[in-house]
């Protein structure tokens, strides 16, 4: 069984998707720790309730280097396969991604490379786009520019509003994170220097695409 530890800093409905579809056993991995970087962070509340170790690592008013050596011996005490960011609002120095190079994953609410960085919907909706989505990617040092795993994408209707874009992109979102693992999971996928190996052999991407254009919610 992979061993998961996620990385948060709000809401966290990425990850109670991944909880669920781990309780529904429709993903076969096992998160063993979440670790938020705000003490505050919602999502916290739904690894305690589950009585899965919930980790703070505070990041704020102190140096990057303090906070990601801290983050870093974090997540090392746990040994996990894979660290999954979903939510997680911090950029992480080159020392922590080489440290964990190819098993940091990141969900990224844009069709990558397209719209790296934030304010994703705010930014379709005004560059008139009528397609958008999400993206699963591995962690590098360059924002939101590592190998994308997996990608979703969602129609964009005259009439939405940041609101329904965001909405839209969030349901799939959930969708694309457990569908993504679980294929990392099944594939045996492993990831080095850019490159995707299923069972050693190298792998072009995305490995996974979702076409939910259709779909109107
Ligand atoms: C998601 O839109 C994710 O793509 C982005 O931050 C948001 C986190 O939402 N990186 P949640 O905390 O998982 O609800």
Same mark, same amino acid.
């Given at each position: ?9 709000? %809401? ?18 096992? #998160?063993?720790?979440? #670790?938020?970087? @705000? ?10 309730? @589950?009585?899965?170790?919930?980790? !703070?690592?505070?990041?704020?008013? %102190?140096? %990057? ?9 974090? #997540? ?22 080489? @440290? ?22 705010? %930014? ?37 509003? !940041?609101?329904?874009?965001?909405? @839209? !992109? ?14 990392? !999971? ?32």
């Amino acid at each position: 069984m992979k061993k998961l530890v996620v990385l948060i800093s709000g %809401r966290g409905s990425n990850l109670l998707a991944l909880l669920n579809a781990i309780e529904a056993g429709s993903l076969h991995a096992e #998160i063993v720790a979440v #670790i938020s970087n @705000r003490s505050e962070a919602p999502g916290l509340e739904f690894a305690r309730s @589950r009585h899965i170790p919930s980790i !703070v690592v505070p990041s704020k008013n %102190r140096s %990057r280097a303090d906070f990601e050596a801290e983050l870093s011996a974090a #997540i090392e005490q746990y040994s996990p396969d894979w660290i999954i960011l979903a939510g997680f609002m911090r950029i992480l120095g080159s020392d922590t991604v080489d @440290r964990f190079e190819g098993r940091m994953f990141n969900i990224h609410p844009s069709l990558l490379p397209k719209y790296t960085g934030l304010n994703t919907h705010e %930014r379709v909706l005004a560059a008139g786009d009528q397609e958008h989505g999400a993206s699963v990617h591995i962690v590098t040092a360059e924002l939101d520019g590592g190998p994308v795993i997996g990608q979703v994408k969602v129609s964009v209707f005259p009439d939405d509003t !940041v609101e329904t874009l965001s909405q @839209r !992109v969030l349901a799939q979102e959930h969708t694309l994170y457990v569908q993504t693992m679980e294929m990392c !999971v099944q594939e045996n996928i492993s990831m080095k220097q850019n490159c995707c190996y299923v069972d050693g052999k190298a792998v072009s991407l995305p490995l996974l695409t979702l076409d939910n254009r259709a779909i109107e919610t």
